[in-house]
């Protein structure tokens, strides 16, 4: 009998396990991971739910005990529904096994047989020939199967092919064919991904290709549990496939993360630049500094991701510059880092203030540093900080940050891709008002010297993915913290009774991109209720959320509408608005954090308006 | 532990029962739990444990302690 490596990973804590990633249970078997997942189950009971619903042509129940495995490491206590075999539309109606369910996400794991009959043709001739002219004919099918099911539910729609267990019909010649099938797949999987990102609010394509890919085709199927009980995987792929699932549900259970900061020596370059100096730091083309180049990269991969990067090391600051400045070899430059703390202070005061500067709660952070010390010093202070120890081998440094769960996005909007360069526009802002401070002069003349341009959009259905973002990631300033899944906010404003409205805000330095969201619930012809209004922390300080209630109340008075409601809903860390009713001449209703205004008797007061101009676009007439 | 206990082990713990529950009595029939999506689990777990390779013959035949103890006994060395 093998050695059971369980007392080794049992002895430790779930978070432990969770920050070495998973690659360590690749090597487990099947009882060693059942046991193990019993046992933190036992001593640290997940606390998050998930329920998960698995529509599917193959065997899906056997995944079961991985997906629980890594669902009790991310700590989510998962529910799983596996709807009866076969791609059964009467499970997407009221009444079906999934809708009682009530899934978060459902999952469909299908085979290209079933998604066009013609695929399934065992005529290998007609087959080449054909299939090119039955893609977009295939590609529609999915979606309106697709689309049933988006009638019924807001969860998160996650599609998955199961790749070919066969290899291309004409062997090694496939590639140099007219009709190759791996490039006829790459070009359904496109089509595939596309149309869903065009058409269907939170659905993803995920493309299981890439896992056997990753672990490789001899290692992914097991043809006996194929052919004997429709299972393709092999322990290897089951346990790959639920380890990328669960991340996908940890990313919409946890706080999104927002910022990695990262340490500088032994981390972005090997050595230690006050020691060795900028030419004996390795950062390179050969070894080890070529691994700290690809770390660097993948960093950068991760910028366009969405995700902020700050430094924070203990060095002279003109040192750590002059690597970031004059390195030939140094991939991020000081433009790519939004924030810095390059000083001799203790890391858990500069991570508290780089939450300040940035606006960001220390829950966002990904700290990422190669000393045991101070790693252990963060997770202990800082608990709401996930720590990411770089490994100790150089050769494992690129791809040490594969495996966090919360570095995986969803979807990618414009924000996200500039978000850096949004950052350090904000930087100059402050530098701006500090100047003005200096100089005496007073808020409303700082405010004016931004010129500021307020561009409010109501009901545009053209970025619903940073709306849903918004209420998903918006924290501080946040009235009632209700979140809602795209398709919610397309219903949102799609419906009469509900107006949704955005705004962005440009100024000198630049245009910030959407960061203000306000749902308002028509009650009545004259009477409306705030279901929610925030703002991104981005723009705090310009008075944009004076600016934009105004607008909106001036907007519903010029509707006809009198009776204006509306919700403080506190929570941790919205204390931000706790009087923001109370500013904009709301009555609050006793201590209920309801509040109303009466706008025939106090009507919006242009004089009260801050020095932004406005401009109001209705998309929806 | 002798091959009884590991084999009472594994079953136990891919059926998520007490080991206290198998004996070499035990069989599919008689096992709650053990069913047909169960077995294939137990098949891995088994291959994995004892480091041996099953063919899919072998998978309708081992559905019972006894005869999984008989496999392993004649087939790991």
């Known amino acids: 009998m093998k050695k059971n490596p369980n007392q080794q990973f049992a002895a430790q804590t779930r978070k432990a396990l969770k920050e070495q990633g998973s690659n360590w249970s690749k090597n487990l078997s099947f009882p060693e991971a059942h046991a193990l997942a019993r046992h933190l189950s036992e001593t640290e009971p997940p606390e998050k739910e998930f329920r998960l619903g698995i529509i599917h042509t193959y065997t899906s129940d056997l995944l079961d005990p991985w997906l629980h495995f890594h669902a009790v490491i991310q700590g989510i206590d998962l529910k799983t529904y596996h709807a009866p075999y076969g791609l059964n539309l009467m499970e997407s109606q009221k009444g079906s096994g999934l809708h009682a369910h009530a899934p978060d996400m459902i999952l469909f794991m299908l085979t290209l047989d079933d998604i066009h009959p013609e695929f399934s043709n065992p005529d290998p001739e007609l087959h080449l020939c054909q299939r090119n002219n039955l893609l977009e004919d295939a590609v529609k099918r999915v979606l309106e199967i697709l689309a049933m099911f988006r009638a019924y539910t807001s969860a998160r729609i996650v599609l998955t092919l199961l790749p070919p267990i066969m290899p291309p019909a004409l062997g090694i010649y496939d590639a140099q064919s007219a009709h190759s099938e791996n490039i006829w797949r790459a070009s359904l999987k496109k089509q595939l991904a596309d149309t869903l990102s065009n058409t269907l609010e939170s659905t993803l394509f995920f493309d299981m290709d890439q896992i056997l890919a990753d672990i490789g085709g001899f290692h992914f199927f097991d043809f006996r549990f194929w052919y004997a009980s429709r299972f393709p995987f092999t322990p290897l792929a089951a346990n790959e496939f639920a380890r990328r699932l669960v991340n996908l549900m940890a990313i919409s259970v946890y706080p999104k993360a927002k910022v990695i900061a990262l340490d500088a020596d032994n981390t972005l370059w090997g050595g230690i630049i006050g020691e060795d100096g900028i030419n004996g730091i390795a950062l390179g083309p050969e070894y080890p500094g070529n691994t700290f180049v690809d770390f660097q990269r993948r960093l950068l991969d991760l910028q366009k991701r969405g995700f902020i990067l700050a430094l924070c090391s203990k060095n002279n600051t003109e040192d750590v510059h002059e690597i970031l400045d004059n390195h030939p070899h140094q991939i991020l430059r000081r433009q790519h880092f939004a924030a810095e703390r390059i000083n001799w202070l203790p890391k858990v005061d500069n991570l508290v203030s780089l939450s300040d500067e940035l606006n960001l709660g220390l829950d966002s952070f990904i700290f990422v540093d190669d000393s045991s010390h101070e790693c252990d010093i963060i997770r202990s202070r800082l608990p709401q900080i996930e720590v990411i120890q770089t490994p100790s081998k150089p050769v494992n440094i690129p791809m040490c940050l594969e495996q966090v769960a919360r570095l995986e996005i969803l979807s990618l909007t414009e924000e996200d891709t500039l978000k850096t360069k949004l950052y350090a526009q904000e930087k100059q802002r402050k530098q701006l008002k500090q100047d003005a401070n200096a100089l005496g002069g007073d808020l409303n003349s700082y405010l004016a010297s931004l010129k500021m341009k307020m561009h409010i959009e109501i009901d545009s259905r053209k970025n619903i993915a940073r709306l849903s973002q918004l209420t998903q990631k918006t924290n501080q300033f946040n009235v009632t913290t209700r979140r809602y899944s795209e398709q919610q906010i397309l219903d949102f404003i799609e419906s009469d009774k509900w107006i949704v409205s955005s705004f962005t805000l440009n100024d000198i330095f630049g245009n910030s991109g959407i960061v203000g969201l306000a749902l308002f619930h028509r009650l009545a012809d004259e009477a409306i209720d705030i279901d929610n209004f925030l703002m991104s922390c981005r723009v705090i300080g310009r008075s944009a959320e004076s600016a934009f209630l105004y607008a909106m109340l001036d907007y519903f008075a010029r509707m006809g509408i009198t009776q204006v409601t509306a919700t403080y809903i506190p929570t941790q860390k919205n204390n931000l608005v706790v009087d923001f009713f109370n500013r904009h001449g709301f009555t609050p209703e006793n201590e209920t954090g309801h509040y109303k205004r009466d706008l025939s008797a106090s009507p919006p007061d242009r004089k009260l308006f801050p020095p932004i101009e406005i401009e109001i676009e209705n998309t929806d007439t | ?77």
């Open chain 2, 1 to 77: 532990m002798s091959v009884l206990e590991q084999v009472i082990h594994v079953v136990a713990e891919t059926l998520n029962v007490s080991p206290s529950t198998i004996t070499r009595e035990s069989t599919a029939e008689n096992t709650n739990g053990w069913d047909s999506l169960a077995h294939v689990n137990l098949m891995i777990a088994i291959e994995q444990t004892f480091d041996i390779a099953l063919d899919v013959e072998d998978f309708a035949k081992l559905n019972s302690i006894q005869s999984i103890i008989e496999f392993i006994e004649k087939n790991v060395t």
